[in-house]
């Protein structure tokens, strides 16, 4: 991959950003989430469609971190070894580690890269979360 992207490279791009970005709304809900969870009686978690939805959301909170653990060991040739860790090291700080309201430009500063590097080796970040996150739901990238 050079600077410029396949097709299915933009598609893989775009689909992670919209993952990731369902990622971080869910995770800054998590606690107000995992509280309602704590005040629900049995029964009513048996019958609730909200409380089925909210375990949902907490099996693709998982399916996500999973794909964040497995980048390490990403085994994909097209990309040297160096620039699969600064891809993860992006990719985490910015979802993961990061804080909702920074903006691109704080991320771009953090790393210490140019506009123009970050700028790709993110791409790089999102096309293997994207992969890996497909892996984890068997293909399925609907969260």
């Not at 096309?127 to 969260?143: A, C, E, M, Q, S």
């Amino acid at each position: 991959m050079g600077n410029v992207l396949t097709d299915k490279e933009r598609e893989d791009v775009k689909t992670a950003r919209g993952i990731l970005k369902q990622y971080e709304s869910y995770h800054a809900r998590q606690p107000i989430l995992k509280n309602n969870i704590e005040l629900m009686s049995e029964e009513v978690k048996q019958t609730s469609k909200y409380y089925l939805r909210i375990m949902n959301i907490f099996h693709f909170m998982n399916d996500v971190e999973k794909a964040f653990d497995d980048m390490a060991s990403y085994d994909g040739n097209e990309w040297s070894n160096e620039i699969k860790s600064d891809a993860e090291y992006l990719i985490k700080q910015r979802y993961l580690h990061g804080d909702i309201h920074k903006k691109t430009k704080d991320y771009q500063e953090i790393s210490g890269y140019t506009p123009g590097r970050y700028d790709r080796v993110f791409r790089i970040g999102l096309i293997i979360f994207g992969r890996l996150y497909k892996d984890t739901r068997g293909g399925n990238l609907i969260p």
